[in-house]
């Protein structure tokens, strides 16, 4: 039996404050082999072929406001890749650029989830119900081709 290279992930990290938190433990657990981008302080956008997982995190910043300097790489980095078929997953403020990138909008809410909020699935096997720890202010449509899995409002 041929032994497997180590996952290649990288995380998208937007500021201090913004850890990968439970994301590395995952990681860890499965050897992978992590490089973190501080896109924040970085300016240049990694070739997403040289990953097996992009991780984008969380940010004080919205997804929606193209003054904040990293919005524009970081959307070039998901459109490349989508374009590869990478997997992407976008945590908070990730999952809304990801949105954005790919055709869905972003954008203030209605009204802020904050705290330990029900969460509805429809794949209890992907993402188990709620309750979990919400902190947005910000939400986002789908982009075309999308399904959505989980949530916490009562559309699901």
């Known amino acids: ?3 497997r290279a180590p996952l290649r992930a990288l995380i998208v990290q937007h500021e201090e404050p913004t850890p990968p938190g439970l994301v590395t433990e995952w990681l860890a657990e499965r050897a992978a082999s992590v490089d973190v981008l501080r896109v924040d302080l970085e300016d240049h956008v990694p070739d997403p072929r040289e990953y097996d997982l992009i991780v984008s995190l969380g940010s004080e910043f919205p997804a929606f406001d193209d003054s904040v300097p990293f919005i524009g790489r970081e959307t070039q980095l998901i459109q490349q890749a989508a374009s590869a078929d990478v997997p ?7 999952g809304q650029l990801m949105a954005r990138a790919l ?5 203030r ?3 802020s989830e904050i705290g330990w909020l029900p969460v509805r699935t429809r794949d209890s096997e992907l993402v188990a119900e709620g309750p ?4 947005h202010f910000d939400s986002f449509t789908l982009p075309p081709g999308a399904k959505l899995i989980a949530g916490a409002h009562q559309g699901l």
């Open 88 to 94: 992407f997953l976008g945590l908070c403020f990730g």
């Open 103 to 107: 055709g869905g909008r972003s954008f």
């Open 132 to 135: 979990w720890f919400q902190w």
């Open 109 to 111: 809410a209605d009204r």
């Open 1 to 3: 039996m041929k032994d």
